[in-house]
């Protein structure tokens, strides 16, 4: 398990890089302890490439949301801090259910993966130089040492760059989504 302080850069990371998606809106507090229940949790896994104290960029995963969701509420009062400012937003409110009903939905009945990558992010100085990559197969081979055959991941239909990475490494698409009311997504596998 990676030091709380790799789980407060990675979460900051994340609200820098993937600032299209919803949450980042509920800022580096929740991140930090997202991360830190992905990192601690036996069916989840955090993937983290460094270089001399700096995260250069990390991917997560998960057999299941909903566990993930369980680790959290282990830090019921940093999770209600970090989480505090948002329950005054009602729209922040409808997005979080919206993202604990996708998380316990196993895809709607859909024939997927219950593996799921869950976000996949690197530092803007070293796009372009294949940490991406080398974070997608370190993720590949993590399932494949646990017999896990594929995994599923869900992109919001925006995110053009998101999908050419995706092909590239070889996902397939394979449906679409609705995780936020009125937003679409496409699944790979």
């Known amino acids: 398990m990676y030091p ?26 929740f991140l930090t302890i997202l991360y830190w229940a ?62 604990l009903r996708y998380a316990s939905s196993s895809h709607s009945g859909k024939e997927l993966p219950k ?9 803007p100085s070293f796009r372009g130089k294949k940490v991406s990559d080398r974070l997608y197969d370190k993720l590949k081979i993590h399932f494949k040492n646990k017999n896990v055959p594929a995994f599923c991941i869900t992109v919001g239909s925006k995110l053009k760059n998101a999908h050419s990475f995706y092909l590239r490494m070889g996902a397939l698409p394979s449906g679409n989504i609705e995780v936020h009311s009125g937003a679409s997504s496409f699944i790979y596998v």
């Open 38 to 99: 992905i990192d601690s949790d036996k069916d989840s896994v955090l993937i983290v490439e460094e270089s001399e104290g700096e995260v250069l960029g990390f991917v997560s995963a998960s057999l299941g949301m909903r566990c993930v969701v369980k680790r959290m509420l282990h830090r019921p009062l940093s999770l209600f801090c970090a989480l505090f400012p948002s329950l005054f937003r009602i729209g922040r409110i409808i997005k979080i259910l919206e993202v």
């Open 115 to 123: 593996a799921e990558l869950l976000s996949i992010a690197v530092t």
């Open 4 to 29: 709380p302080a790799v789980h407060k850069r990675v979460a900051e990371l994340h609200k820098q890089s993937i600032d299209q998606g919803f949450l980042p809106v509920l800022g580096v507090r």
